[in-house]
């Protein structure tokens, strides 16, 4: 299982990023796949997920209502589409997967495979 993560970037406080992670080796219907991060001095956090087969999405609070995260089967890519972003959520953003089913927002606790990270900073 591979991932790769990209999108990362600057913006300004109130815009928008969209970052997409593509996948090797892994079929969404038997690996929960999700996004994290690791801010400067922080332990790394799970901000969003998608628990496989059922498809249901998990968000932390945190980021409930401004993250979306989405998968396409067609091209074995997840998305997170980050909207009003607040320098707190300036950090490394990883996506990850793990062979895993019904798992519910367990698969905001973490993953077994995991991609390079893709850097977001958020000015004020």
């Known amino acids: 299982v591979q991932l790769q993560a990209s999108g990362g970037g600057l913006v300004q406080a109130g815009g928008s990023l969209r970052l997409s992670c593509a996948t090797y080796?892994?079929?969404?219907?038997?690996?929960?796949i999700g996004w994290f991060r690791q801010a400067p001095g922080k332990e790394r956090e799970g901000d969003a997920c998608?628990?496989?087969?059922?498809?249901?999405?998990y968000y932390a609070d945190s980021v409930k209502g401004r993250f979306t995260i989405s998968g396409d089967d067609a091209k074995n890519t997840v998305s997170l589409q980050l909207n009003s972003l607040k320098p707190d959520d300036t950090a490394v953003y990883y996506c990850?997967?793990?062979?895993?089913?019904?798992?519910?927002?367990?698969?905001?606790?973490?993953?077994?495979?995991w991609g390079k990270g893709t850097l977001v900073t958020v000015s004020s």
């Open positions: 990850a997967a793990m062979r895993a089913f019904y798992i519910g927002n367990a698969c905001l606790r973490g993953m077994d495979s």
């Open positions: 080796g892994l079929t969404f219907d038997k690996y929960a």
């Open positions: 998608i628990s496989s087969p059922d498809g249901n999405t």
